[in-house]
């Protein structure tokens, strides 16, 4: 069974303050690591996909990097903005077809 | 930028009564999805649905629950004999051929009491 966990479950920053979110994973036949975004009462909205291990994505302040067990995001000088719940995901290997796993998230809360 | 769609944004309803969530994908997407999210707790996948059948379903998704796409634009998902637990936030997320990346609807918040 696919398993995702998040750490931190809540993690305050004071604005520009830069950190890392972590999205360690158990699964055999990785065909996809997804980050998204949770604004409260929103549907998760897309950031990135990553597929193999060493690949790299970046979008504004945030980048994300996977490694064969878990994946970070980093957060490089946020905004108030920027504050959302983050949520990591995984699609298994074929036999567990195309649902999405995922993770219980990490609050960010990012003060001016 | 087109975007998944979903009707209604909020539903009250008294336990023991049926439910219909609507959701409209994008419009050139293949495979459908429905995703629950319990307040508090973590999105979990209940079913996905292609090419007018259901693709895969987890345990959540029992004989309460059914899906269809009446046309060629809505997907729905009915919750016969609506339970407390029942009580989450509904998200539809539809996925392109030849792409995993699912997008998702703003989702229903539906409340049994």
């Known amino acids: 069974e696919d398993q995702v966990t998040q750490s931190p479950e809540a993690l305050r920053l004071q604005e520009g303050e830069s950190s890392s979110l972590n999205c360690s994973y158990t699964?055999?036949?990785?065909?996809?690591l997804f980050w998204y975004r949770q604004d409260p009462g929103k549907g998760p909205e897309f950031l990135f996909t990553?597929?193999?291990a060493g690949e790299e994505k970046e979008k504004e302040r945030l980048k994300a990097t996977l490694t064969k067990k878990e994946s970070f995001l980093h957060i490089t000088a946020p905004k108030p903005e920027d504050s959302a719940t983050y949520l990591c995901?995984?699609?298994?290997?074929?036999?567990?077809?195309?649902?999405?796993?995922f993770g219980e998230g990490t609050q960010l809360t990012v003060n001016p | 930028e087109p975007e998944v769609t979903q009707t209604p944004s909020h539903q009250v309803t008294q336990m023991g009564q049926e439910v219909i969530l609507r959701c409209v994908p994008i419009?050139?997407?293949?495979?459908f999805y429905w995703y629950r999210q319990i307040l508090g707790q973590k999105v979990e996948f209940l079913v996905s649905?292609?090419?007018?059948?259901?693709?895969?379903k987890s345990e959540i998704f029992d004989d309460q629950f059914s899906v269809e796409r009446p046309d060629g634009s809505n997907f729905t998902l009915k919750i016969r004999s609506t339970k407390l637990e029942d009580s989450a936030m509904y998200f539809c997320?539809?996925?392109?051929?030849?792409?995993?990346?699912?997008?998702f609807g703003p989702g229903t918040r539906l409340t049994v009491t």
């Open positions: 995901a995984v699609r298994g290997p074929e036999t567990s077809g195309s649902r999405l796993t």
């Open positions: 699964v055999s036949g990785l065909r996809g």
């Open positions: 990553l597929y193999s």
């Open positions: 419009s050139n997407h293949l495979y």
């Open positions: 649905f292609y090419n007018n059948e259901i693709s895969e």
């Open positions: 997320a539809s996925l392109p051929k030849g792409s995993y990346e699912q997008y």
